[in-house]
């Protein structure tokens, strides 16, 4: 086989090209070139300048015709659909609004923990649940009839996942943070790269 | 002191914009393999020695579409890959077409290649 095609092989196997693929170029490229030499035309006049770099020559056509793995799609792009990041950040947003204001709203008519214990104690002498609204916890399932540690969990898990979420689709927005590193860009193919 | 473009770089960058419609035009004397391609480009003058080769470029018509592909037997040799345009290629090359006699008049106009006749 000849050098040139063995090299473009061997960087399309490198690229994870698809053997078949790999193979239909390898084929075509070694008879175009078979039959210049029989024509006394130069590799050159077959490869242009690729004929001098054959791994950049491979990649560029392997990538042009988008079998290199991880080479988006006709019509697909390699970017995240931003309205998907603006509503995850608006929710995030909600939520760590949401969790400040239950955690003030909770701080505010908290009881100690002292106060429920002694309210568990006294609850548990009822003979029958409070009428008030209350949660349901613990092993031994009591009702407490003072929402404020419950809202001021419920604010504080609510601040936390929203801060949390928050931080991943704010780290998502960086300008950098879309682009494939590490592989061909094809978007300037109207020639090779090499040219 | 203003930077020039080398004349190879010009003529490189040059082709670079329509040499796909070069490859669109000498597919529609026909469908062509490859180096049929590359022979074809050079009857009519434009040779790509120094240059870029057509591989990636007729990988990223097929890709877009621009043109159809089947495997046919070559004259006395191995089975090969012809391109030829699909009716999209077409209408694309129609486009570049207009699109390069617009450029190329005014380019040749602002260069003062060309002269306006006024009539008095």
């Not at chain 2, 960058?13 to 180096?35: E, F, H, I, K, W």
């Not at chain 2, 699909?86 to 570049?96: E, H, M, V």
Request: glycine share 12%; with cysteine; aromatic share 8%.
């Amino acid at each position: 086989m000849n050098a040139f095609v063995t090299a473009c092989r061997r960087e399309w196997r490198r690229l994870g090209v698809p053997e078949a693929v790999a193979n239909e170029m390898a084929s075509d490229l070694e008879a175009d070139l078979a039959e210049a030499e029989a024509d006394g035309a130069s590799p050159e006049e077959v490869l242009g300048n690729g004929y001098f770099d054959p791994e950049s020559f491979a990649a560029s056509w392997a990538t042009a015709r988008g079998v290199v793995e991880g080479t988006p799609r006709p019509g697909v792009t390699g970017r995240r659909r931003p309205w998907v990041q603006l509503t995850a950040t608006l929710v995030c947003a909600v939520a760590v609004l949401v969790g400040v204001v239950a955690l003030a709203a909770g701080g505010h008519s908290s009881v100690s923990v002292a106060g429920v214990a002694f309210r568990r104690s006294a609850i548990l002498r009822m003979p029958t649940a409070p009428a008030v609204p209350g949660v349901l916890v613990g092993p031994h399932q009591f009702f407490i009839s003072h929402q404020g540690p419950a809202v001021t969990l419920f604010g504080a898990v609510l601040f936390l996942v929203g801060i949390v979420g928050l931080g991943i689709t704010l780290w998502l927005w960086r300008p950098w943070s879309g682009r494939r590193r590490g592989s061909y860009s094809d978007h300037d193919i109207g020639m090779p790269s090499f040219l | 002191m203003h930077h020039m473009v080398e004349n190879g770089g010009r003529r490189t960058q040059l082709l670079r914009g329509v040499l796909d419609l070069c490859l669109l035009t000498v597919m529609a004397d026909g469908p062509a393999y490859g180096y049929e391609m590359t022979k074809r480009l050079g009857a009519r003058g434009l040779s790509i020695v120094g240059e870029g080769s057509i591989y990636p470029l007729l990988g990223r018509l097929e890709r877009d579409g621009l043109v159809d592909t089947h495997r046919a037997a070559s004259n006395g040799g191995p089975p090969r890959k012809y391109y030829e345009l699909s009716s999209r290629g077409r209408k694309a090359l129609n486009q570049g077409v207009f699109e390069w006699e617009t450029t190329r008049d005014a380019v040749d106009a602002a260069l003062g290649l060309t002269t306006t006749e006024v009539t008095p």
